[in-house]
């Protein structure tokens, strides 16, 4: 498992021609730390550390956005008595079984007659309107949660927004957390999305600034792309092995009672 990221570290300290002909050897027979200047200038004028801007901006707006959206919506089915809400729980669960292909288009018309192409909105906004399998997430914890706790909220005076943001929020860091980590993973390595939206160089994300160093018209820096890819999953890991222990918390205390 790890392998593959072994070998791209030690291609990303090759020179071109190494990288193929002596693909089987992780320890380069010349290190080559050039591949990390020449990767971090970009293309077309644009640096590199433009992408990661621009990937941080999209990535961090995303997962709050998510955060405030997927949460204030489970709590609204886990703790708020309202009409219909099974059918609406229903119909938030089968979103989850629409896939990605069947929504392309109709967005993509949506976004464009209201000009939001080449912009980082299609990529932004959405967020801010919950997401089916987070929503879920945080509902299976919430039922965790003993209903007393709101009951002597009340007791004390409390309406149900003083008892979300003073009771429930610090009662849910957990799932928070586990919410934060997955949406960032996901649109950090998402590729497609700023492919379909995003058409200035100025605006690319990491993954389609890396995609760019393959080029079939042209020869392709794979040493350069190699170290740029090393640098991209660079906040990844710093993610993962800060807040691992949450990961497990968050999922493990999902749906058991209290």
Known sequence: MIYPLLWMLSSSLKDNTDIFINAHQLIPSKWNFDNYVTGFK??????????????????????????????????????????????????????????????????????????WINTFLPLIVPSFFGGAFFIFLIIQFLRGIPKELDESAHIDGCGKYRTFILIMIPLLVPPIITVSIFKFYWTWDDFFSPLLYLNSPKLATVSLAIKSFADPTMKTDWGAMFAMSILSLVPIFIIFFVFQKYIVEGISTTGLKG
Request: hydrophobic letters at 60%; a positive charge; aromatic letters at 20%.
């Open 42 to 115: 970009g293309f077309a004028g644009i640096s590199f550390a433009v992408f990661f801007k621009n990937s941080f901006i999209i990535t961090i707006l995303s997962v709050i956005g998510t955060v405030i959206s997927s949460t204030m919506v489970a709590y609204g089915f886990a703790r708020i008595r309202f009409k219909w809400a099974p059918f609406w729980f229903s119909c938030m669960m089968l979103t989850m079984m629409l896939p990605g292909e069947v929504l392309m288009i109709p967005q993509y018309i949506f976004f464009h007659k209201i000009g």
